[in-house]
């Protein structure tokens, strides 16, 4: 029986890509990610980006949409909670006068909540939609102050 000998780094190159593949799959599942469903119900993800700025006194959320209309959006806030759910729905049809050339449909939907360190405030706190980016204003919610008691 022959033994076949692999250097060190042989052996990383070999198994190096079936790990990365294994350990890309784990780990890139974000807690942000859309499930669209095709025609033929093949399942695709994507990403959307989001940016949570603390700017003193209000937080700012950024969002990137692209494509949504914004009748399709939902956001809420619970406290220190903050939930956010689009969907998206797309219709593509070619036709050659009566005959449907091709007709393709796809679905995506959206939902991420997330915590935010403070409580923010319902009073002050706005939510726009322009060119396919959500972004939210936030006031912080005031904290309740301490008083010390003079002891007499």
Not at 12 to 26: G, M, N, T
Not at 113 to 127: I, K, M, N, T, Y
């Amino acid at each position: 029986m022959a033994t076949t000998w692999m250097t060190p780094l042989a052996r990383r190159e070999l198994l190096s890509p079936l790990f990365e593949e294994f350990f890309d799959d784990f780990f890139s599942v974000p807690a942000w990610t859309p499930a669209v469903r095709t025609a033929e119900n093949a399942m695709a993800t994507g990403r959307a980006r989001m940016d949570v700025l603390d700017k003193g006194e209000k937080f700012e959320v950024k969002v990137d949409l692209p494509g949504v209309r914004k009748e399709d959006i939902d956001v809420s806030v619970e406290g220190h909670r903050v939930s956010i759910s689009a969907r998206l729905k797309e219709e593509k049809e070619v036709k050659e006068g009566d005959r449907v050339l091709h007709s393709e449909r796809s679905y995506t939907s959206y939902a991420r909540v997330f915590e935010l360190p403070v409580e923010v405030s319902d009073a002050g706190a706005e939510a726009a939609y322009d060119n396919g980016v959500l972004t939210l204003t936030l006031p912080k919610k005031a904290s309740a102050t301490i008083k010390r008691l003079m002891i007499h």
